[in-house]
DNA sequence: TGCCAAAAGTCTGGAAACAGACCATTGGAG
DNA sequence: CTCCAATGGTCTGTTTCCAGACTTTTGGCA
C-alpha cells in the first residue's frame, strides 16, 4: 500500500489539548492584554460572562485572574462597578528580553512563527485585494491606517497590531481572523522586546501605505507582495537584534 | 481611549477548549480516517503510544476508539499484532450529501473555509517557492504530483490531500502544516461528496503541474496564482454541484 | 439614608479525566 | 509445546474541573 503520511500524521495526532485548563486560561487573558484587546484601565467582563465565553467553569477562571492579580497584571475590584482592571502598560525593552524570548518559543519556533505569519498574513492580503470593497470596508482600513501613523511610541506596537488584524477582519472569515491573530501573538513578544525606532517606524509607514494602496488598487499581486516586503523587513529586524 | 478591538476580541476570548477530550478525540482520529494520514486496513498506533501523543489519557482514548468502533470505522484485535485497525473506504458520492455536508458546516461555514483553504494554501505554496530546495525535497514534490496522477479513482481524494499537503510540508513550518491540515479537512466532506469525474481529474492535473512547475521553478508569484487558479476551480466546481 | 443591583467571593457535591497497576489474549520464536 | 512479548481490557484511587447555590461588598439612586 502506498503510503504518504509524512508530516501529516504529526500534526494531525498532536495534543488534543495544549495544557490544564487553568494554565491555558492564564495564557489566554496575558495575550489578550498584551495584544491590547482590553487595554490599560479597562476591564475584563465579569466573571460569569467571561468564563462562559472561554468555555470554562467560573473556578477555574477566577484562580487564572487570581494568577493574573498576583503578577500584576490585573487590579481586582469588587462591588458594584467592580471587575477586573487591567494594570499593564507594555515594559520598555531591554537587552537580553529578545533572546530569552526567542529561547521561551524553542527550537525552531521563531522560523516556525515567522514563517506561519508570512503565509497567512500574504494570503489576507491577497484575498481582501481580489474582494469588491464596500466604502466602509475602505474607510475603516484607511481609518487603522491613519492609527498607526498618529500613534504615540508608547500606543505603536498596539496599533501596528490593530492594522495588520484588520486586514484579516475585512475577508470576514473568522478562520483566517484567527489565524492571523494566532501569527501575531507568536511574534509580540518578540516585537515588544526590541525598542521603537523612528527610522524603522517611518520605513513601516511606507509599507503599510503600500499595502493599502494595492488592497484598495485590488491588486493582489502586489498586495501580496507588499506584506511579503514589510514582513520580511520586520523579520530582518528581530534577527539583526539578535545577532 | 482609541479602542479598535473589532473582531479581534471575539477571535481571542473565544473557548479555551472545544469540547470535552472524549468529543475532540473522536474528531481527531475521524480526521485521520478521512483523510487516509491511517489508510484503509493500517492500523492506528498503539493505545498507550497514541495516548499519550494526544496528551490524553488511555481511558479516554479508548472511549473514543470504541465509539468509532461502534460506527464502523475501526476494527479492534487484541494479542500481539493487534491493534484498531482502519475499516474506512470513502463512500461514493449520493445526491444530497453535499447539500447536507454544507449545511452542517452552518451559515457561512462554506465561504469560511473556502477563503481560509485559499488564504493558507497560497501562502505555503509562494513561501516554498522562494525557499532554496534540496534535490531530496523536490523529488518528494514531483513524487506526489506523480501519485495523485497516477491514482486510481477510489485512491483520488487521498493522493490530492497529500498532494496539497506536501506543499506545506515542504515549508517546515509545522504552525503552517497544521493550518493546511485544517483548511483541508473543512472541505472533505465536501469533496467526499462530489463524484470524481474524469474531466475534473485532467483538468486538475495541468494546474497541479503548473503549481510544481512554479514552485521548482522559484517563483513565488507564480506559484501563488497557478494555487489560487487551481483552488477557484475547486471552490467553483463545489458551488456548481450546490445549484 | 436606606435600598438595590451588579459585581466579586465562597462553598459543596458530582462528573470528567488522569495515572498507574494489573489482567487477558494472541501469535511467533525457541 | 512452551514461553514470551506486544497488545488490548479492566480496575482503583486521585486530581481537575464543573454547575450552581449562596454570601459579601460596593456605589449609585430613589
Redo the contacts with the bound molecule.
Keep these: 500500500m502506498v503510503r504518504s503520511a509524512g508530516a501529516t500524521g504529526v500534526s494531525l495526532l498532536r495534543p488534543v ?1 495544549a495544557g ?3 494554565e491555558e486560561t492564564v495564557e489566554r487573558l496575558l495575550q489578550a492584554i498584551k495584544l491590547g484587546v482590553v487595554g490599560h484601565g479597562e476591564k ?1 467582563p ?3 460572562e467571561l468564563a462562559a465565553q472561554l ?6 477562571l ?1 484562580e487564572a ?1 487570581r494568577a493574573l492579580q498576583e503578577s500584576g497584571f490585573l487590579d ?9 482592571f487591567v494594570v499593564y502598560q507594555p515594559p520598555s525593552p531591554r537587552k537580553g528580553d529578545l533572546r530569552k524570548a526567542v529561547n521561551e518559543m524553542g527550537p525552531g519556533g521563531l522560523e516556525d512563527a515567522l514563517t506561519f505569519r508570512m503565509a497567512v498574513e500574504c494570503g489576507a492580503a491577497q484575498i481582501l485585494a481580489g474582494t469588491d470593497l464596500t466604502a466602509a470596508q475602505r474607510e475603516s482600513l484607511a481609518a487603522r491606517l491613519a492609527e498607526v501613523n498618529d500613534a504615540a511610541p508608547a500606543d505603536y506596537r498596539r496599533m501596528d497590531t490593530a492594522f495588520h488584524l484588520s486586514i484579516a477582519e475585512l475577508t470576514g472569515s473568522p478562520l483566517l481572523i484567527s489565524a492571523c491573530a494566532d501569527a501575531r501573538l507568536r511574534v509580540t513578544d518578540l516585537l515588544n522586546a526590541i525598542p521603537v525606532l523612528q527610522p524603522n517606524i517611518e520605513h513601516a509607514a511606507v509599507q503599510h501605505a503600500a499595502i493599502v494602496a494595492a488592497i484598495l488598487g485590488g491588486d493582489p499581486e502586489a498586495a501580496r507582495r507588499a506584506v511579503a516586503e514589510h514582513l520580511e523587513g520586520t523579520a530582518a529586524l528581530l534577527r539583526g537584534f539578535l545577532s
Design positions: 489539548r490544564n485548563a487553568f475584563l465579569p466573571e460569569r468555555g470554562i467553569s467560573r473556578v477555574t477566577r485572574i481586582v475590584r469588587r462591588g458594584r462597578y467592580g471587575g477586573a
